[in-house]
């Protein structure tokens, strides 16, 4: 096992609870679950084999193989430049869960996945398609064939 720096381990474990948000949020609960660092894994390495599984979601890093660049994490560039991709793989995915969910997990589904913050507090975010849960109260296409401007005249009632 790799001995991890107090920064170093605050670091990963803040980027460990991003991840897992993300996974959780897309659906992916297994995927959330293989968070931890393996055995023998260096830290760049790590930090590839998460953002890698998300990759596809960022045009930018879309088919690139972070497995070479986490390679080269030794040195100073290579680290800017692992920094940089996991920035934006992980940007590119909230983005695309905010704004176009429906893309990931299909039409009418609504997920709901639970995140904690730094501090511990749990909040429960929806994902999906709205009208998944809205349909259920909208009643049907109503045709309205004429509104009639002139309604005949009303005589009142005579009582004899």
Same mark, same amino acid.
């Given at each position: ?14 980027? *460990? ?11 992916? &609960? ?11 894994? %260096? ?27 986490? #390679? ?11 920094d ?9 995915? *909230? ?10 997990l299909? #039409? ?5 996945? &639970?995140?904690? $913050? *730094? ?21 049907? #296409?109503?045709r309205?064939?004429?509104? $009639? ?7 009142? &009632? %005579?009582?004899?």
């Amino acid at each position: 096992m790799i001995r991890l720096d107090e920064a170093t381990r605050e670091t990963l474990a803040i980027e *460990e609870r991003r991840y897992s948000n993300l996974m959780q949020a897309i659906g992916d &609960s297994d995927g959330a679950k293989q968070a931890r660092i393996l055995n023998g894994e %260096t830290v760049p390495q790590y930090r590839a084999r998460l953002a890698s599984k998300l990759q596809h979601l960022d045009p930018q890093w879309k088919g690139s193989n972070l497995h070479s660049v986490a #390679a080269m994490g030794s040195d100073p560039g290579g680290q800017v430049l692992l920094d940089q991709a996991v920035r934006s793989i992980y940007d590119s995915a *909230e983005h695309t869960l905010r704004h176009n969910s429906a893309a990931i997990l299909g #039409a009418g589904v609504l997920r709901a996945a &639970s995140t904690t $913050n *730094e501090l511990g507090q749990r909040f429960t975010r929806f994902y999906g398609d709205p009208m998944a849960w809205m349909s259920t109260f909208m009643g049907g #296409a109503a045709r309205v064939g004429r509104i $009639n401007l002139n309604p005949p005249s009303i005589k009142p &009632s %005579t009582f004899e």
